[in-house]
T-cell receptor, first 115, second 112 residues
Framework: NAGVTQTPKFQVLKTGQSMTLQCAQD?????MYWYRQDPGMGLRLIYY???????DKGEVPDGYNVSRLKKQNFLLGLESAAPSQTSVYFC??????????????FGPGTRLTVL | GENVEQHPSTLSVQEGDSAVIKCTYS??????FPWYKQELGKGSQLIID?????GEKKDQRIAVTLNKTAKHFSLHITETQPEDSAVYFC???????????FGAGTILRVKS
């Protein structure tokens, strides 16, 4: 099992460009999450998907969109990148959305720089 | 909403010594507190967790204690080894919305 994989590992964008961060999991998990990690701050939830076909906003959703068309994939889109979106992005998955019973497994992260 | 503060931000210990990282939370309804370890270039891994109905949990060299009255919980690593060097994050589960709120992280360096 590869677990949770993310592509790309690194990306540099210019302000205003768009891109999609990809996340895949092979554990047949129902729930998936996107977090961002900034210096001096903990992981902050951007969006999550409790199950295939459903998505909900997290703590910091502005400027992002997501797509969960397949159970194993969760895509994070930036329509018009801004320097404030420079961060490390982590995807995670769990068997169900009950975080007190089901462990979240994290991917290795995508380091995004917006110039 | 829930706020989780984590201290210290960096911690250096000599191999074999103990390391303690402390987190405080604001939402008294929080009932689940996991700890994650993040190694360089890797995603975070759950290393131990505790629920609000217990005061302490141990797993080999790692233990977590919870003080609900004071609203703080701590990670204790005994007999530290160089491979314990990593960034450690605490988190609390928000009662509303079933979400995790993370602390800012502690960089632990174990010097051999």
């Amino acid at each position: 099992n590869a677990g949770v994989t993310q592509t790309p590992k690194f990306q540099v964008l210019k302000t205003g460009q768009s891109m999609t961060l990809q996340c895949a999991q092979d554990m047949n998990h129902n729930s998936m999450y996107w977090y961002r990690q900034d210096p001096g701050m903990g992981l902050r939830l951007i969006y999550y998907s409790a199950s295939e076909g459903t998505t909900d906003k997290g703590e910091v959703p502005d400027g992002y969109n997501v797509s969960r068309l397949k159970k194993q994939n969760f895509l994070l889109g930036l329509e018009s990148a801004a320097p404030s979106q420079t961060s490390v992005y982590f995807c995670a998955s769990s068997l169900t959305a009950d975080i007190s019973t089901d462990t979240q497994y994290f991917g290795p992260g995508t380091r995004l720089t917006v110039l | 909403g829930e706020n989780v503060e984590q201290h210290p931000s960096t911690l250096s210990v000599q191999e074999g010594d103990s390391a303690v990282i402390k987190c405080t939370y604001s939402d008294s309804a929080s009932n689940y507190f996991p700890w994650y370890k993040q190694e360089l270039g890797k995603g975070s891994q759950l290393i131990i967790d505790i629920r609000s109905n217990v005061g302490e949990k141990k797993d080999q060299r790692i233990a977590v204690t919870l003080n609900k009255t004071a609203k703080h919980f701590s990670l204790h690593i005994t007999e530290t080894q160089p491979e314990d060097s990593a960034v450690y994050f605490c988190a609390g589960r928000m009662e509303y919305g079933n979400k995790l709120v993370f602390g800012a992280g502690t960089i632990l360096r174990v010097k051999s």
